[in-house]
C-alpha cells in the first residue's frame, strides 16, 4: 500500500527555489512539487505535456501566444512543444505532473536546471 503525502507541506518544506522533487508517481508520469519564486527560463518540452497546479500563491506562464495568470487551486497544460517560462512575482508552492521523460527545463540548460538524480533525492 502507497504511502499518504501532503503535496502542499512537501513545497513549503522546500529550502530550494526552482528545484522540483518527486512526490509520487502515475503509470510514465512524476508528480513533483517545487518552491518557486522569480523567473526560471524559456524553454519547451517536444514530446512531453506540462501540468502545473498551484498550491499556493500566483503564477504567470509566459508563452508567446501570451500569458496564463494561474492562482491558488487553478491548473494548466502546457502543451507539448510550446515555449514557455514560468515567472512568481512572489514565493508560490506548484504541483507538476509531467512524463518521466521530461527534462527539467527541456531545450535549455541553466544554473537552474535539475537532474533528475537531483529531482529524485528524499525530501
Not at 62 to 90: D, W, Y
Request: proline residues 5%.
Amino acid at each position: 500500500m502507497s504511502n499518504v503525502v501532503s503535496p502542499k507541506q512537501i513545497a513549503a518544506g522546500l529550502t530550494e527555489l526552482w528545484s522540483p522533487r518527486v512526490v509520487g508517481e502515475v503509470d510514465d508520469a512524476y508528480i513533483k512539487v517545487a518552491k518557486v519564486h522569480g523567473s526560471l527560463a524559456w524553454h519547451s518540452h517536444e514530446n512531453e505535456d506540462e501540468l502545473f497546479f498551484i498550491l499556493k500563491g500566483r503564477l504567470r506562464i509566459e508563452m508567446e501566444s501570451g500569458p496564463v495568470e494561474l492562482n491558488e487551486g487553478e491548473m494548466f497544460v502546457v502543451p507539448k512543444g510550446v515555449r514557455h517560462n514560468p515567472i512568481a512575482e512572489e514565493e508560490c508552492h506548484l504541483m507538476l505532473i509531467e512524463r518521466k521523460s521530461t527534462l527539467h527545463t527541456g531545450d535549455v540548460a541553466t544554473g537552474k536546471t535539475r537532474s533528475l538524480a537531483e529531482q529524485l533525492r528524499p525530501v
